[in-house]
């Protein structure tokens, strides 16, 4: 006759299997978590990357298609609202584009016979099937000087111009002729439930509006500049305050001054990357320089290498941060 399993091997036997089922347990909640948590992040870096790469070619086209005699300035920041604005007649999200190919119109080399006439194109893009809501800027073709607007695509007078579009149904940025303005400020509320709650938005605003989110869960961004001073070409003052663009000393940023000294813009986001995790505790940290007064800051700092500090929100360990530098040479200043 077989003998049957004691209570005791019954117990040792459920306690091992009881074991070995919550270490797998275990292990498949992490992985379901760590799967997760690289989901999140990937779509944080497409998300990301698409963002900058948007404001990249805002900030490199700054001055594009503006005359040197505008008293605008092509580029410039407002500390008090920490909001750099980008003037430029080229709007990278609503491009001209060629109403029989589709291909973008970006400038051409024109020759006008005198004031309301076609201009004919003798070199770059087509402008021969324009939208019907489009202008031209016209700029001397051996000077950078504005020659003049047309609503309707004509000329404005007789000459060899270098003429680019624009949208005639988006405000003016400029005094003296058109130009799109394209302000970069962060929102005022975060209503995303994946975001920590005293983050913000990066939004950017063409003309008059409000702005749209670029990145979200955006902690602080800064904005500092590369400036060469004495105009030898080499810079003098890196990760400067826009002030320093000041150079002869008379507490205003001319054009002028922004076209010839101005090397590189440098934009520093504080980025929140992924969700709340209790598990995790963020540590490269400090307590920040200047005491911030904003609410929404914690007075604890993430602070690169070269010693810009970024503002860290309230509640913040429980969530991963990352700093992303984006560094752009205006090519049309």
Same mark, same amino acid.
């Given at each position: 006759?077989?003998?049957?399993?004691?209570?005791?091997?019954?117990?040792?036997? &459920?306690?091992?299997?009881?074991?070995?089922?919550?270490?797998?347990?275990?292990?498949?909640?992490?992985?379901?978590?760590?799967?997760?948590?690289?989901?999140?992040?990937?779509?944080?870096?497409?998300?990301?990357?698409?963002?900058?790469?948007?404001?990249? /070619?805002?900030?490199?086209?700054?001055?594009?298609?503006?005359?040197?005699?505008?008293?605008?300035?092509?580029?410039?920041?407002?500390?008090?609202?920490?909001? /750099?604005?980008?003037?430029?007649?080229?709007?990278?999200?609503?491009?001209?584009?060629?109403? &029989?190919?589709?291909?973008?119109?970006?400038?051409?080399?024109?020759?006008?016979?005198?004031? *309301?006439?076609?201009?004919?194109?003798?070199?770059?893009?087509?402008?021969?099937?324009?939208?019907?809501?489009?202008?031209? &800027?016209?700029?001397?073709?051996?000077?950078?000087?504005?020659?003049?607007?047309?609503?309707?695509?004509?000329?404005? *007078?007789?000459?060899?111009?270098?003429?680019?579009?624009?949208?005639?149904?988006?405000?003016?940025?400029?005094?003296?002729?058109?130009?799109?303005?394209?302000?970069?400020?962060?929102?005022?509320?975060?209503?995303?439930?994946?975001?920590?709650?005293?983050?913000?938005?990066?939004?950017?605003? &063409? *003309?008059?509006?409000?702005?749209?989110?670029?990145?979200?869960?955006?902690?602080?961004?800064?904005?500092?500049?590369?400036?060469?001073?004495?105009?030898?070409?080499?810079?003098?003052?890196?990760? *400067?305050?826009?002030?320093?663009?000041?150079?002869?000393?008379?507490?205003?940023?001319?054009?002028?001054?922004?076209?010839?000294?101005?090397?590189?813009?440098?934009?520093?986001?504080?980025?929140?990357?992924?969700?709340?995790?209790?598990?995790?505790?963020?540590?490269?940290?400090?307590?920040?320089?200047?005491?911030?007064?904003?609410?929404?800051?914690?007075?604890?700092?993430?602070?690169?290498?070269?010693?810009?500090?970024?503002?860290?929100?309230?509640?913040?360990?429980?969530?991963?941060?990352?700093? /992303?530098?984006?560094?752009?040479?205006?090519?049309?200043?």
């Amino acid at each position: 006759m077989r003998r049957g399993f004691t209570l005791i091997e019954i117990l040792v036997a &459920v306690l091992i299997v009881s074991l070995i089922l919550g270490a797998a347990y275990i292990t498949y909640i992490t992985v379901i978590r760590g799967f997760g948590r690289e989901t999140r992040s990937a779509e944080t870096q497409i998300e990301v990357a698409a963002g900058l790469e948007l404001m990249r /070619l805002d900030i490199e086209h700054a001055g594009y298609g503006i005359g040197e005699d505008q008293p605008d300035l092509p580029l410039e920041f407002d500390p008090a609202t920490n909001t /750099l604005t980008v003037r430029s007649v080229l709007n990278n999200t609503r491009l001209i584009r060629d109403t &029989v190919t589709g291909d973008p119109i970006h400038w051409s080399l024109v020759e006008c016979q005198g004031p *309301g006439l076609i201009p004919v194109v003798k070199a770059g893009d087509d402008i021969t099937n324009i939208p019907s809501n489009t202008g031209l &800027v016209f700029l001397g073709a051996a000077s950078r000087i504005h020659v003049g607007t047309t609503a309707d695509g004509t000329c404005p *007078g007789a000459g060899v111009f270098v003429a680019m579009p624009y949208d005639t149904g988006v405000a003016n940025g400029c005094t003296d002729q058109f130009c799109n303005i394209i302000r970069y400020f962060l929102s005022g509320t975060q209503n995303l439930t994946t975001c920590n709650p005293n983050t913000r938005n990066l939004l950017r605003a &063409v *003309g008059n509006s409000p702005g749209n989110p670029l990145i979200n869960c955006v902690a602080d961004v800064r904005f500092t500049f590369d400036v060469d001073r004495d105009g030898d070409g080499v810079v003098d003052v890196r990760d *400067g305050d826009f002030s320093s663009l000041d150079v002869n000393g008379d507490t205003a940023v001319t054009a002028e001054e922004v076209r010839g000294h101005l090397k590189t813009v440098n934009v520093y986001i504080l980025l929140q990357e992924g969700g709340f995790d209790r598990d995790y505790n963020f540590r490269n940290f400090r307590t920040c320089s200047v005491v911030p007064t904003d609410p929404r800051f914690s007075g604890d700092c993430v602070v690169t290498e070269t010693g810009v500090e970024l503002n860290l929100p309230l509640d913040f360990r429980n969530y991963r941060w990352k700093v /992303l530098k984006l560094s752009v040479i205006a090519m049309n200043l």
